[in-house]
């Protein structure tokens, strides 16, 4: 869901005719299932789970485990109160909605250091942002960050792109890093919650998929002691386990430190978590094989998840 931002301005008349109203201060993508130009020949990964599961933090030490490769890691945060990215640059950044409207939504005026920043270890980063809450849809935004990047030539020099993908429903405006993306992957926690939505999340790409490239590459399960539900769901439905983060403070804690796990001071437990994150980072360059997962009803789900 979005997060009101109260210090944020009213609707401008640029924004909202860069955006197309839709009654009073209201904007919305008329067809955010339409084609956006290509990505071209980096590997892309679209995160999503439900909301709070910890897909930033995943995202954000995912990408800096990918820049400890030698990867060229560009990580783009896809919510409107553009948290994403905070633990590789250590502060909130500006938006691309937000850079843009300060020049009447002229693209050509900007240059790639007004919208992407340097975080940990080389990743640049990059927030969507998105339209004010209750006034449109963060399909445009992600589209119109695709195509600055083109336009710039960003992607050229990228080995990997994150799309960081805020909520649990996919709707028009947030699926459109699965027009780009070659596999998305679910962020899950061992509970009733999580695996419901992750459900929903796997029927959304299933169907996008029937148009557009995007592929199931798996499951990172989060914040979670056990497994043993995840993986009885991803038994039925035909996923896969892609890795295993527990509930341990200290990736708590490097959130609130503004920093990756890779920073924090070392202890058995933090290292294994590190090498998790390698290990995952490897996993998702060399490439997964597609799964053509079957999600479930949401009854029967609902009784495949309770308790006898």
Excluded: W
Excluded at 178 to 193: I, M, S, T
Excluded at 255 to 279: G, I
Aim: hydrophobic share 40%.
């Amino acid at each position: 869901m979005s997060v009101i931002d109260l210090e944020r301005p009213p609707l401008s008349k640029p924004l909202a005719k860069a955006l197309g109203l839709d009654g009073e201060g209201s904007v919305q993508v008329h067809d955010a299932t339409l084609p956006i130009a290509s990505i071209g020949s980096a590997k892309v990964f679209a995160v999503y789970g439900k909301g709070g599961i910890g897909k930033s933090t995943t995202s954000s030490n995912l990408s800096a485990a990918l820049s400890l490769m030698g990867k060229r890691v560009l990580q783009i945060g896809c919510d409107p109160k553009h948290d994403s990215t905070f633990t590789l640059t250590k502060k909130l950044m500006p938006t691309v909605i937000d850079i843009l409207e300060t020049v009447d939504f002229h693209s050509e005026e900007l240059r790639p250091e007004d919208y992407c920043f340097e975080g940990f270890n080389g990743v640049m980063c990059i927030e969507a942002g998105g339209p004010p809450a209750g006034t449109g849809c963060g399909g445009y935004v992600v589209g119109q960050t695709v195509k600055l990047l083109k336009q710039h030539h960003l992607l050229e020099d990228t080995d990997v792109v994150i799309f960081d993908v805020l909520g649990d429903v996919v709707c028009g405006g947030f699926a459109a890093p699965l027009q780009h993306a070659e596999r998305a992957v679910v962020v899950a926690a061992n509970d009733f919650d999580s695996i419901f939505a992750m459900n929903r999340i796997v029927a959304a790409i299933k169907a996008k998929s029937k148009n557009y490239e995007v592929r199931m590459a798996g499951v990172i399960a989060n914040r979670s002691a056990a497994t043993d539900e995840i993986d009885r769901f991803n038994a039925a439905t035909g996923l896969k386990r892609l890795a295993h983060f527990p509930d341990l403070d200290a990736i708590r804690r490097s959130r609130l430190k503004k920093c990756t796990v890779f920073e924090m001071d070392s202890t058995p437990e933090l290292e294994a978590v590190k090498l998790e994150y390698m290990r995952l980072a490897a996993t998702l360059y060399a490439g997964t094989e597609p799964l053509d997962a079957m999600p479930m009803k949401d009854r029967d789900i609902f009784e495949f998840l309770g308790f006898e």
